[in-house]
Antibody
Framework: QAQLVQSGAEVKKPGASVKVACKAS????????ISWVRQAPGQGLEWMGW????????NFAQKFQGRATMTTDTSTSTAFLEVRSLRSDDTAVYYC?????????????WGKGTTVTVSS | SYVLTQPPSVSVAPGKTARMTCGGN??????VHWYQKKGGQAPVLVIY???DRPSGIPERFSGSNSGNTATLTISRVEAGDEADYYC???????????FGGGTKLTVL
């Protein structure tokens, strides 16, 4: 069955960068998109962006354009999210999720999440 | 950008029916998807395209969408249904993926 396995928790200082990995298995990696969603403590779900492993097309939420980078490595079926210039309000659980190919639409398989803590 | 409005909380007794709404301007013209999120677990898709259920989701979960309101209905509510529920749509203007603020379902 389709599965997404994410990298482990990170603790970063303000101003640093973090890179989260998401390894897919159980389906053809290039046949679906990957969305990234985060949830800050006590807050709701926030969509960050989407990438197509097939052709590298991306779509970012306006809030994260210029500060986040999404990439994929099709040889290992892994997607990556990098967030730069971290602030305390970036403290959140970051999820990757399988999305539609061609455009972000809805997410049917989710990783367990990666906790990123930003603290001095 | 498009805004989805969900009531912060809904309470229901076990065995009864829970209805959670998701309001948006002419939301009936969009496809609505619903996610269940329990505590520290990952979200789970429970309804997609307004009323379709992924495999493994009980028939007790159903959805509808018309006018300015989409509704997630859970019949014969169980204690295990207690969770936060989020609606989500795709929008062609602004950010393409929009989540509602979530509704906390409490089973009394």
């Amino acid at each position: 069955q389709a599965q997404l396995v994410q990298s482990g928790a990170e603790v970063k200082k303000p101003g640093a960068s973090v890179k989260v990995a998401c390894k897919a298995s159980g389906y053809t990696f290039t046949s679906s998109g990957i969305s990234w969603v985060r949830q800050a403590p006590g807050q709701g779900l926030e969509w960050m962006g989407w990438i197509s492993p097939y052709n590298g097309n991306k779509n970012f939420a306006q809030k994260f354009q210029g500060r986040a980078t999404m990439t994929t490595d099709t040889s290992t079926s892994t997607a990556f999210l990098e967030v730069r210039s971290l602030r305390s309000d970036d403290t959140a659980v970051y999820y990757c999720a399988r999305d539609m190919d061609g455009t972000p639409y809805y997410m049917d398989v989710w990783g367990k999440g990666t906790t990123v803590t930003v603290s001095s | 950008s498009y805004v989805l409005t969900q009531p912060p909380s809904v309470s229901v007794a076990p065995g009864k029916t829970a209805r959670m709404t998701c309001g948006g301007n002419n939301i009936g013209s969009k496809s609505v998807h619903w996610y269940q999120k329990k505590g520290g677990q990952a979200p789970v898709l429970v309804i997609y395209y307004d009323g379709d259920r992924p495999s493994g989701i009980p028939e007790r979960f159903s959805g509808s969408n018309s006018g300015n309101t989409a509704t997630l209905t859970i019949s014969r509510v169980e204690a295990g249904d207690e969770a936060d529920y989020y609606c989500q749509v795709w929008d062609s203007i602004g950010d393409p993926v929009i989540f509602g603020g979530g509704t906390k379902l409490t089973v009394l």
